[in-house]
T-cell receptor
Framework: EDQVTQSPEALRLQEGESSSLNCSYTVSGLRGLFWYRQDPGKGPEFLFT?????EEKEKERLKATLTKKESFLHITAPKPEDSATYLCAVIWGSGTYKYIFGTGTRLKVLA | DADVTQTPRNRITKTGKRIMLECSQTKGHDRMYWYRQDPGLGLRLIYY???????NKGEISDGYSVSRQAQAKFSLSLESAIPNQTALYFC???????????FGPGTRLLVL
């Protein structure tokens, strides 16, 4: 079954405590993996796109990496303003549109 | 001004009523999407449209219909609302090639 699974569901960090969020996928023919940030009551906001295994993208304290089975979102020295839900999504296959979101990781960074 | 707008932002309705949620975009994208978000279930695709003449069902289209009035406008209708359609609804757009999706602010719908 085509699936996208994110872990952990929730994560509490102290300010400055680095960690990683995981997005694993079981789809055939990955075309792209996306990371989004969602603040409460708002729409998801695009962070990164990764297209092939070994690819990495960075933005401020965030770094996304991709392997053949999973992606990691590394958060270095997080700040309270990094608190949000982080969603990953994958697009795969050809022909019929296939785009699926994971259920997200709720991150809380404590001052 | 926001690139993707949704109206209304909040709506309370009663079981059996027909309601319409509207989405407009100024990004010039051809592709538009409607999702619903429920706690613990994530974002689920209801309908999507790749251009004005193209409408496709998503994962959970039963009980919903859509209309693509123009490149910039995509409406979602609940023909006869029921309580389990209570959710947060998002419209999104994307470019044909890149597929990155840009989301509106959402509509919070409560069906009593």
């Amino acid at each position: 079954e085509d699936q996208v699974t994110q872990s952990p569901e929730a994560l509490r960090l102290q300010e400055g405590e680095s960690s990683s969020l995981n997005c694993s996928y079981t789809v055939s023919g990955l075309r792209g993996l996306f990371w989004y940030r969602q603040d409460p009551g708002k729409g998801p906001e695009f962070l990164f796109t990764l297209y092939s295994a070994g690819e990495e993208k960075e933005k401020e304290r965030l770094k996304a990496t991709l392997t053949k089975k999973e992606s990691f979102l590394h958060i270095t020295a997080p700040k309270p303003e990094d608190s949000a839900t982080y969603l990953c999504a994958v697009i795969w296959g050809s022909g019929t549109y296939k785009y699926i979101f994971g259920t997200g990781t709720r991150l809380k960074v404590l001052a | 001004d926001a690139d993707v707008t949704q109206t209304p932002r909040n709506r309370i309705t009663k079981t059996g009523k027909r309601i319409m949620l509207e989405c407009s975009q100024t990004k010039g994208h051809d592709r538009m999407y409607w999702y619903r978000q429920d706690p613990g279930l994530g974002l689920r695709l209801i309908y999507y449209s790749f251009d004005v003449k193209d409408i496709n069902k998503g994962e959970i289209s039963d009980g919903y219909s859509v209309s693509r009035q123009a490149q910039a406008k995509f409406s979602l209708s609940l023909e006869s609302a029921i309580p389990n359609q209570t959710a947060l609804y998002f419209c999104a757009t994307s470019e044909t090639v890149q597929e990155t999706q840009y989301f509106g602010p959402g509509t919070r719908l409560l069906v009593l």
